[in-house]
């Protein structure tokens, strides 16, 4: 998940951004797969140690893009679990939250789906996503327990409102890519709903009970609660005058 952008909206809507998550949603998954396709084919690197060392620097240069591009379009992203953590934030009210839920995260997952078909379609060996390998229980706690820890760096990264991009961004990549590493045997370590049910929806396996829990309701939860105990700790202490 990407440093998260400014909130959805400042006491008012913006349905422009709309188009913006339906874009990038879909620009996100074809940029992770021509970076596996790049590493496992004209790289060579497939099977090799340095393979994941390669795949890790690629996947920095293009956040760094996606970063770029957020920025640039005022708060659009990728990621529903970005948008909602901004909107939770903020504390925009139901009309912000609404919004959010029911108009620019299917955005993001159409736009995800739409990224799946033209990366099939124009790389048709370009796989079929990432698999749970584990059971659905220790999946979610996995997939839940990796957000949170993006969530809590992202949240307070723009609580601080660091005014350097290069670092904001440099720091929650090198963390996202951690992260990603340690949760990868076990969901994919994707962090990403909107992408994740693109690929399930690519195989068919979209509305079982494991995705559902595994890569929604775990990483949902885990972003409320995240962006829950970013606010309480930063709380400035009131000063009582005795």
């Given at each position: 998940m990407s440093p998260a952008p400014p909130p959805p909206s400042r006491a008012r809507i913006r349905?422009?951004?709309?188009?913006?998550?339906?874009?990038?949603?879909?620009?996100?998954?074809?940029?992770?797969?021509?970076?596996?396709?790049?590493?496992?084919?004209?790289l060579g690197f497939g099977g090799r140690p340095e393979a994941e060392a390669v795949k890790v620097s690629l996947s920095i240069v293009y956040m760094f893009i996606f970063a770029w591009l957020e920025a640039a379009t005022g708060g659009a992203s990728y990621n529903p679990l970005t948008i909602l953590a901004?909107?939770?934030?903020?504390?925009?009210g139901p009309v912000v939250y609404l919004?959010?839920?029911?108009?620019?995260?299917?955005?993001?997952?159409?736009g995800a789906i739409l990224g799946v078909k033209l990366i099939q379609f124009t790389f048709p060996n370009v796989?079929?996503?990432?698999?749970?390998?584990?059971?659905?229980?220790?999946?979610?706690l996995a997939e839940g327990l990796a957000t949170f820890m993006v969530v809590m760096v992202s949240v307070t990264l723009k609580k601080k409102e660091m005014k350097s991009f290069f670092m904001k961004t440099w720091i929650t990549s090198i963390w996202k890519n951690i992260i990603h590493i340690f949760s990868s045997d076990i969901t994919g370590g994707i962090m990403n709903?909107?992408?994740?049910f693109a690929w399930a929806y690519a195989r068919g396996d979209h509305t079982t009970f494991d995705h559902l829990l595994v890569y929604w309701l775990a990483?949902?939860?885990?972003?409320?609660?995240?962006?829950?105990?970013?606010?309480?700790?930063?709380?400035p202490k009131k000063i009582k005058e005795q």
């Open positions: 349905p422009w951004l709309v188009v913006g998550d339906l874009a990038l949603a879909a620009a996100w998954v074809c940029a992770g797969a021509l970076v596996k396709l790049l590493v496992y084919g004209p901004a909107a939770v934030a903020s504390q925009g919004f959010t839920a029911f108009v620019r995260i299917p955005a993001q997952v159409i796989g079929k996503g990432a698999r749970l390998s584990v059971g659905a229980h220790h999946g979610a709903p909107a992408s994740a990483p949902l939860q885990a972003t409320l609660l995240g962006v829950w105990v970013v606010t309480f700790l930063t709380k």
